[in-house]
């Protein structure tokens, strides 16, 4: 007995050793640091990291010796130094595509979790340091997060969602044989508030950071169920309190604006897409201080693939190319009116590592190049609860910092180039 609590001890002191020398001094010299979004970005200023966190940021290039002789300097000084990109709205576990039926029907379990980290590393090296997944099976998405928080793989910090949906709804189901519907219909679908009451514990019992839903019909969706309400209000409101009893938050994909009301007065925290946005749920938008996670970028994919591709059905096409129409004008009226805006591209259904492009659209769509930046960093964590850790350079947080050649304030576009990542005091990127 004392053996083994010796050993466990001289364990312990070996273990705090090693992570005491591995937590070298980083000064990061940033040419021009935008340290909080929604600020002036300052030139010439040192980025102080040690282990995984920033423990200062201080004026002019400071000098390695002030900081012991383990300090080291990352030179970034003709760069423009940002705080890691935010994406609210991705599907780590897919990719949309031709090959999607067969995938299905070919590819394990397994090598469909070898994928997401893929695509889990793409959306980190693109600069985007912070995801949420709103709608992998959860079990995998959870076991992904985790691996990526112990540090056993590589990968953004992942919030991962569990969804709650209802029988035929957007979540469940939909375009197979009904003896592989049978077989792939999830315990997560649910009917009547009881049993959404259910899924959504079940959900927060296997590890959800948050519950998804899907107030209204969604494009994907293989059947012309529409783009309206479907989950009734009692089903909403019990999901909501299901999950707020438990510290969770709830997202709900609409598009139609009687189901981004419903959703709204059950009081999620989001509304994913909300394509039909309109002065009524702008009102409560603004009530509510619920945030909008546009996903443009998925609007202008399915437009486009609809079109162009030939893989779509007939029910799916039709939901697009409204879907892919309407989308930019809604939103750009809702940012107008003042709605808080998080960023979010519903990567999956455009290729993974390629998430910078909906901020190209949200400047098309009106919002200046800073609101972007800060819809990107700042609201983005305080959706998911973060602020305190994520979302700023500022002392105490975590070390997620990216930076590019030119000023994103002078062209959005300089970040489809993000040239240095670091997360989490790690360079993944230089
Ligand atoms: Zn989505």
């Known amino acids: ?68 002789n383990d300090a080291r300097v990352i030179d970034l000084s003709d760069r423009f130094v940002l705080p890691g990109l935010m994406d609210m709205h991705v599907h780590l576990q897919g990719e949309l595509g031709p090959r999607n039926e067969k995938e299905r029907l070919k590819m394990s379990s397994q090598l469909m979790q070898m994928r997401s980290a893929h695509f889990a590393m793409k959306t980190l090296l693109a600069g985007f340091t912070t995801v949420r997944d709103v709608g992998s099976s959860g079990e995998e998405m959870y076991a992904l997060r985790d691996a990526i928080n112990k540090a056993w793989i590589d990968g953004p910090r992942i919030i991962a969602a569990g969804g709650v949906g209802i029988t035929g709804g957007h979540a469940d189901i939909s375009g197979v044989k009904p003896e592989l519907m049978e077989l792939w219909t999830d ?62 938050k709830v997202a709900s994909h609409a598009h139609e604006e009687d189901g981004i009301i419903a959703a709204l007065e059950a009081g999620v925290a989001s509304i994913e897409h909300g394509t039909y946005t309109g002065p009524r749920a702008i009102k409560l938008f603004k009530e509510t201080g619920a945030y909008l996670v546009p996903t443009l970028l998925a609007g202008k994919t399915v437009g486009a693939m609809a079109v162009e591709a030939d893989f779509m059905s007939d029910a799916v096409k039709e939901k697009a190319i409204r879907v892919g129409r309407d989308m930019a004008g809604n939103f750009a009226k809702a940012h107008a009116a003042g709605v808080n805006v998080a960023y979010g591209t519903d990567s999956g259904v455009s290729p993974h590592g390629t998430n910078a492009e909906e901020a190209l659209l949200m400047v ?59 997360k989490g005091g790690k360079v993944y990127k230089d």
């Open 1 to 68: 007995m004392i053996t083994t609590c010796l050993r466990l001890a001289s364990m312990v002191f070996l273990l705090t050793a090693a992570t005491l020398a591995n937590a070298e001094t980083l000064l990061i010299h940033a040419g021009e640091l935008l340290s909080v979004p929604g600020e002036r970005p300052k030139s010439r200023q040192t980025i102080v990291v040690e282990g995984e966190r920033i423990v200062d940021v201080v004026d002019g290039y400071a000098e390695p010796s002030a900081y012991g």
């Open 187 to 248: 315990d997560s679908i649910c009917d009547g508030p009881y049993d959404c009451r259910r899924a959504t514990r079940n959900a927060i019992k296997y590890g959800a950071d948050l519950i998804k839903i899907t107030s209204t019909g969604g494009v994907l969706t293989d059947r012309a169920t529409g783009t309206g309400q479907q989950m009734e209000m009692d089903e909403l409101r019990e999901v909501v309190q299901a999950a707020a009893r438990m510290g969770r």
């Open 364 to 422: 098309e769509a009106g919002m200046t190049e800073m609101e972007v930046l800060v819809a990107a960093t700042i609201n983005a964590a305080d959706l998911i609860d973060m602020s305190d850790s994520i979302g700023t350079i500022e002392d105490g947080k975590f070390a997620d910092i990216i930076a590019v050649d030119r000023s994103p304030l002078d062209d959005i576009a300089e970040l489809l180039e993000v040239g240095f990542v670091m």
